[in-house]
């Protein structure tokens, strides 16, 4: 590893100040386990990395029913899934925050660092885009916010300018009658890149047969240079009956923005089709959550006997 | 400088902030029980707890730690007596031992959170330890003898 000079400042103004001395050459330090592999691998020499944990902004973990959700960027997973309105109102980050890594990641890790790290494959962001998030980020010139599907630009690249750091994900208020889902697919049940991700989020109108999808958001991982919002998919939903003939019909829409490489974690032609087993899915399962019915997670799963992704 | 407390010693050391918390413990303090496997966070090998919390401490920066709480294997027994989770590996018998270590901790960590873990809950929790030997089963039935009796009943998990 590169020398570098390590820094712990208590204010975000100190920590712009910081970054924006060094501009490319400075890197933020959340939880490390991100940063830390790719300087060891030489990925990023910075002469200067600013850890940003002692800033009390980036701490925050709150929930008001006016401004929904904040989570601040050095928020590590276990404390996020273990919060009680996390658990309660935002279950699509639970059923994310809970397979990134192991638990002596989790420990570490930030949803932050996962979003600001752009993987295309990242957990978290197909959850925080199907909410709806916004990434507030405070720069040399003072803050900007922006939707969290704007925030990933290429592999590994973020919308962030040199000097700005991300200080906290919003997550707009959660309605009773609305429900989300984050699912994955890998060979193994953790410590694993997902081949394929997706997160539904649904807001459902009226009751019984008459039950129709209000708002639809969709997006999906691992299947393009970023994570992709798949807008028209969800859109398609909109005014139309709870069904699975209208579930279908926007797994197959998001199939065709899916733009997936072919590498060792499968081909193109698979992950395609699994983006619309796991649509459906996800969809389903953001609907009976919606409608207040129980649906395990990944983690959660021993807890049921019963397939679960069938409409009742 | 650095000051840290490992296993209830304070200590101050070296501030090179390339060094991460793996290597002070294993170089500076002599703590050689952490192991060191992959240096990305992808095994488990090196964990130890850092105030209660489980972490890959190849990932740790020494510079985070300054004014925490270390505890590596060395410090998991009270005077000479083991942990339940050490008695239960030694017990159950393991084959080259490297991720014993952080096995142990990542364990008794789980069994202070949840006393009586199911089987699901036990491989959930240990699934970010790797044991190259292959010995999952040993593992589980340690700690599912840490737990208290039915330590011989058949493991049985999905």
New interface residues.
């Given amino acids: 590893?590169?020398?570098?000079?390590?820094t712990?400042p208590a204010t975000l103004r100190d920590a712009v100040k910081l970054l924006a001395e060094k501009g490319e050459n400075a890197r933020v330090?959340a939880g490390?386990?991100d940063l830390?592999?790719q300087m060891?691998g030489r990925r990023y020499q910075p002469e200067r990395?600013v850890?940003i944990?002692k800033i009390p902004e980036v701490n925050e973990l709150t929930f008001s029913p006016r401004k929904g959700l904040r989570i601040g960027a050095a928020v590590p997973c276990?404390i996020i899934y273990h919060n009680s309105d996390v658990i309660e109102r935002y279950p699509g980050i639970v059923d994310a925050a809970m397979i990134i890594?192991?638990?002596?990641?989790q420990?570490?890790a930030t949803l932050g660092g996962n979003l600001c790290n752009a993987s295309p494959s990242a957990d978290s962001i197909p959850a925080l885009i199907a909410y709806g998030a916004i990434a507030e980020i405070q720069g040399p010139q003072g803050k900007r916010k922006i939707p969290v599907e704007e925030f990933c630009v290429s592999p590994g690249r973020n919308a962030l300018q040199p000097g700005e750091m991300l200080v906290c994900i919003q997550i707009p208020q959660s309605k009773s009658n609305t429900g989300a889902h984050y699912l994955r697919f890998i060979p193994r049940?953790?410590?694993d890149i997902a081949v394929v991700g997706v997160g539904a989020c649904v807001e459902l109108a009226g009751r019984g047969k008459a039950q129709t999808f209000k708002r639809v958001r969709i997006a999906l991982a691992a299947v393009g240079p970023t994570p992709i919002f798949a807008s028209a998919a969800g859109a398609s939903l909109e005014g139309q009956s709870v069904s699975e003939e209208s579930i279908l019909a926007a797994a197959e829409a998001a199939k065709s923005v899916a733009k997936p490489i072919s590498d060792m974690r499968g081909p193109a032609e698979y992950r395609t089709h699994l983006v619309g087993v796991l649509t459906k899915r996800a969809l389903i399962g953001a609907v009976k959550r919606a409608r207040g019915e129980h649906v395990p997670n990944a983690?959660q799963e021993?807890e049921s006997a019963h397939p679960v992704y069938t409409l009742s | 400088m650095i000051e840290l407390t490992v296993n209830g010693t304070s200590h101050t050391v070296s501030?090179d902030?390339?060094r991460?918390l793996l290597d002070v413990l294993r170089e500076d303090l002599k703590l050689t029980g952490t192991k060191y496997g992959c240096?990305?966070?992808?095994c488990?090998a090196c964990?130890v707890l850092?105030d209660g919390?489980?972490?890959?401490s190849?990932?740790?920066?020494i510079?985070?730690v300054?004014g925490r709480a270390v505890t590596t294997i060395e410090g998991l027994a009270a005077e000479d007596v083991l942990h339940p989770v050490q008695e239960a590996l030694v017990a159950e018998g393991m084959q080259c031992g490297y991720c014993v270590p952080g096995m142990a901790l990542?364990a008794a960590?789980l069994l202070r959170q949840t006393p009586e873990p199911t089987d699901?809950e036990i491989?959930?929790?240990m699934?970010?330890?790797l044991c190259r030997c292959g010995g999952y089963r040993a593992v589980l039935r340690a700690i599912r003898r840490a737990v208290g009796p039915g330590a011989n009943d058949e493991v049985q998990v999905?």
């Fill in positions: 590893m590169k020398d570098f000079e390590y712990a330090l490390g386990t830390i592999v060891r990395v850890d944990k276990h890594g192991g638990i002596q990641i420990g570490r049940n953790e410590m983690v021993h | 501030s902030p390339r991460t240096g990305e966070g992808a488990g964990t850092l919390q489980p972490v890959v190849c990932l740790v920066l510079g985070e300054q990542l960590a699901e491989v959930r929790w699934g970010g330890s999905k």
